[in-house]
């Protein structure tokens, strides 16, 4: 039998309950098979249950008396009366997302929007590739000055691998990312247990300087800022206090290797 494939649409089908139950099986391997896919569908879960969250107390109130009229009007000769109900429930779903953006938003308020998602998108980063076994990165540790010189022609800033050893990592190797219209280096590292960081650099054209802010969401955490240039991320599931310290020893050898 052939398998059919498989795309983002079935993602969102699967969260709605509406992916044919013959086509179950096929669909958990396939996200299996693509670990991407498999971080998106944890993502689109999450933010679901966020915004079911955010919206509880208001899908108890009463249905504005507008709403009440436009669901109770009488349809046109020969139109079909669910037509009617799915423009209702449409525009209501319309208020409630822009509402469930306005509770959601606030945790973000402290950062402009694209420091934000420069950090979602080193969270996103570090969940795909710090679970893989055997392509966790593109070059290997082995190759350092390669690596260090090619992310930073391909990133268009200056670039190191910062070493870690003081805060019990060990450099696993990197990879290029895509970040928008730019492009993003990424530095893998792991401690004696197994457990993973990540650096996510990209270049920054504002000069600005931002200090340290934090971002937690989907199981990980991101630490991130501007300065000199850069715009980093260093994202895990450690502790706070982990990230800071490598932060720190991150944003020292930087600058230091810039000025050099």
Not at 22 to 47: K, S, V
Not at 90 to 112: I, N, R
Not at 134 to 159: N, T
Not at 248 to 257: M, N, R, S, W
Request: aromatic share 8%; net charge negative.
């Amino acid at each position: 039998m052939i398998q059919r494939g498989y795309s983002e649409r079935d993602i969102h089908l699967a969260l709605d309950g509406e992916l044919p139950p013959d086509d179950l099986a096929g669909f958990e391997r396939w996200l299996a098979a693509n670990p991407d896919m498999q971080a998106l569908a944890q993502r689109y879960t999450q933010d679901r249950q966020q915004l079911v969250g955010a919206l509880e107390g208001i899908l108890a109130e009463p249905v504005p008396e507008r709403l009440s009229r436009l669901a109770g009007a009488k349809p046109r000769a020969g139109s079909d009366s669910r037509h009617l109900f799915r423009y209702a429930a449409a525009a209501a779903l319309f208020v409630a997302g822009g509402l469930a953006g306005y509770l959601v938003a606030p945790q973000f308020s402290s950062a402009t929007p694209p420091l934000v998602q420069m950090a979602d998108n080193a969270i996103d980063a570090h969940l795909i590739y710090s679970n893989e076994k055997l392509h966790v990165v593109e070059v290997g540790a082995d190759q350092r000055d390669h690596l260090q010189g090619w992310l930073s022609k391909r990133v268009g800033v200056k670039l190191i691998a910062p070493d870690l050893k003081n805060q019990g990592f060990e450099l696993v190797g990197g990879r290029l990312l895509p970040a928008g219209k730019k492009t993003a280096a990424q530095f893998m590292y792991q401690d004696a247990t197994g457990n993973r960081v990540s650096l996510y650099v990209t270049r920054d054209e504002t000069g600005a300087d931002t200090g340290y802010r934090v971002l937690e969401e989907r199981g990980a955490r991101a630490l991130y800022w501007l300065d000199g240039g850069y715009a980093c991320a260093v994202a895990g599931s450690t502790p706070e206090g982990t990230l800071s310290a490598i932060a720190d020893a991150t944003y020292k050898q930087l600058l230091e290797d810039q000025k050099g």
